[in-house]
């Protein structure tokens, strides 16, 4: 099938070839991850790392790039499916591991120009952040908050922004860390003490596709805004997001105090940091 014409609608404003030939990592082909990717595929980003190890299950369609005919199919080959019947012309790697115990992880991260943290959980974003801290290698991040209340994201460069670790001990210290805990990755326990009334609501959606997706649209942003620094020209379109950490509230619900909020901020690497402290 010819791709003449693909991206018609979008190249008189955008060049779309400025990133055919930069690889790009997404680490954890999830909701976030996924979507991430295919909003890269579609704005014209051609070569793909995939790192995942787990299956698509049912439950996982309703929030998912890839439906019902993935289910039972490794999430890197369904995402990498998707990819292509979107473009063609991808060229896709695909890796069915677990992060923390990838062998070839700092080799890869080394040869992406950005790598996309769509990961769910703290040990396998630092063992990335570490990584991409070692081989000075951009990352990019996005955490939706449990219940979908909003989240964040985040990008790391070398030298310029704070690593993982910096971000993290900067947020401690703010009202986006009080009893905010990532989508799915709250104990029955803690839901029972923290969102004591809402119980049956947390179990049953926690977050929609929509929620996740005002982040992914964040996280996107920021990964093709890295991409525009390392690109040979920056698409002109594209004019440098100045900050590097955003955090969004979808609802009215604490740490947010209203719907759709949105805090700004630039992260510089921060002093003693043991991640990436003898770097700066
Ligand atoms: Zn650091």
Sequence with gaps: ????????????????????DLWVLIAGCGSGGGQVALQLAMSGV???????????????????????????????????????????EVEIRTFDDDVLEWSGLEGEVERSSVVVIGTDNEPSRYR???????????????????????????????GTAGCL???????????????????????????????????????????????????????????????GDTAKERPKFMTPIEQNYFVWGNRRVHPFSKNFELQRMSLQPQEGCMVCGEQV
């Design 1 to 20: 099938m010819t791709t003449e014409g693909l991206f018609a609608r979008v190249e008189r404003l955008y060049d779309v070839e400025a990133f055919r």
């Design 46 to 88: 051609r070569k793909f790392i995939l790192v995942d190890m787990d299956k698509l299950e049912i439950e996982n369609v309703i929030r998912h790039v890839c439906g019902l005919r993935y289910v039972g199919w490794r999430k890197t080959a369904a995402l990498a499916d998707v990819l292509s019947d979107r473009n063609p």
């Design 128 to 158: 990335l952040n570490e990584a991409c801290v070692k081989t000075g290698t951009p990352f990019t991040v996005g955490r939706v908050f449990t219940r979908g209340i909003g989240g964040e994201a985040y990008a790391y460069r070398s």
């Design 165 to 227: 670790a910096c971000l993290e001990g900067f947020l401690e210290r703010t009202r986006f860390r009080e009893g905010v805990r990532e989508i799915d990755l709250a104990t029955e326990d803690e839901r029972q003490k923290v969102y004591d009334l809402e119980i049956e609501e947390i179990k049953d959606s926690p977050g929609l596709a929509v929620d996740i997706g005002f982040i992914a649209a964040f996280h996107t942003r920021l990964t093709l805004d890295v991409l």
